[in-house]
């Protein structure tokens, strides 16, 4: 079985601002990693994904996340945030060789203020 | 690529009634299809997995006979609330898997459907 916690349940930041978004996941085989951005009222948009091959990938939206097998984790940042970027990020995991249903973390409100 | 549309945004029904929520995989053949809700401030809880021409499999806990799933084409999956009480609102949201290349777990979602029973 495969778990995904993110730790923040908010987190507050000032514009133009770095923030970084945690999420740890746990799975006994290999895994895919997304991380998911939902505004008001909206379904899911994704923001990126991990595969295989280089640990740091780039998103849309300056968005990055970086794969840490060791750690299990899949941390989003963003060097400087937008009053845009107001919104719900959930991070997912689904295993390699499984059903491939992702499981999502319960989500972090990302609230960014002037 | 990989548009999915649902349908309606946005209802209010009676109590008693029931309501059809429709997902539309707009350019693509969507093999599986899956149904989420969430409730407010939480994340996305799975309710069934839709296939098409087969039988939808429910997630522990859904009630099959209250929210009637059919995936009837490779582009269209539709969720019947059937007589809606109060405690089943809630935002309801479709996703779908391409039906070509490695699966990997990647969804594409649609807009969701705000359902609201008096």
């Known amino acids: 079985a495969q778990s995904v916690t993110q730790l923040d349940s908010q987190v507050p930041v000032f514009e133009e601002a770095p923030v970084e978004l945690r999420c740890n996941y746990s799975?006994?085989?290999?895994?895919?990693l997304f991380w998911y951005v939902q505004y008001p009222n909206q379904g899911l948009q994704l923001l990126l994904k991990?595969?295989?091959?280089?640990?740091l990938v780039k998103g849309i939206n300056g968005f990055e996340a970086e794969f840490n097998k060791s750690q299990t984790s899949f941390h989003l940042r963003k060097p400087s945030v937008h009053i845009s970027d107001t919104a719900e990020y959930f991070c997912?995991?689904?295993?390699?060789?499984?059903?491939?249903?992702?499981?999502f973390g319960r989500g972090t409100s990302l609230i960014v203020h002037p | 690529g990989a548009v999915v549309s649902q349908h309606p945004s946005r209802v209010i029904c009676k109590s008693g009634t029931s309501v059809k929520i429709e997902c539309r995989s707009l350019?693509?053949?969507?093999?599986?299809m899956f149904w989420y809700r969430q409730f407010p401030k939480q994340s996305l809880m799975l309710m069934a997995t839709?296939?098409?021409?087969?039988?939808?499999?429910?997630e522990q806990g859904v009630e099959k006979d209250k929210f009637l799933i059919n995936h009837a084409s490779l582009t269209l999956s539709t969720l019947t609330v059937t007589s809606a009480h109060p405690e089943d609102s809630s935002f309801y949201i479709c996703?779908?898997?391409?039906?070509?290349?490695?699966?990997?777990?990647?969804?594409?979602f649609g807009e969701g459907s705000r359902l609201t029973v008096l």
């Open positions: 996703s779908a898997r391409l039906g070509r290349g490695p699966i990997t777990g990647e969804l594409f």
């Open positions: 799975s006994s085989v290999s895994v895919y």
């Open positions: 991990y595969l295989s091959g280089s640990t």
């Open positions: 997912a995991v689904s295993n390699s060789g499984g059903s491939y249903i992702p499981t």
């Open positions: 350019d693509f053949q969507a093999t599986t």
């Open positions: 839709s296939n098409e021409g087969s039988k939808a499999t429910y």
